[in-house]
């Protein structure tokens, strides 16, 4: 997923916009999740930025991404970039 999500709406206010989009990225890991992993792989991994542009965004964890949410819209963001990308994973 590589997507830049907007907060501005005429009808819907910015708090239940953020509710939305975290719903939204909620599920997209859930079914990530869900995939087959290939025969060497043990889980799922994921590769994530986040940033008030694609230029600007920076790595973060999977765990972290509510919470810079959060912070980008309490200074007053308008809008953000959310990338996310799967990856499968072995343990040794």
Not at 31 to 43: F, G, S, V
Request: glycine content about 2%.
């Amino acid at each position: 997923m590589k997507k830049t999500f907007e907060l501005t709406h005429p009808k819907i206010k910015i708090p239940r916009m953020l509710d939305a989009i975290k719903f939204e990225i909620k599920k997209y890991v859930k079914r990530e999740r869900r995939k087959a992993l290939p025969e060497e792989a043990t889980h799922w991994d994921f590769d994530c930025r986040f940033g008030v542009t694609e230029d600007e965004a920076s790595e973060v964890q999977l765990s972290q991404l509510n919470k810079k949410m959060d912070e980008a819209t309490a200074i007053g963001c308008t809008s953000f970039y959310v990338e996310i990308l799967a990856k499968p994973v072995t343990r040794d």
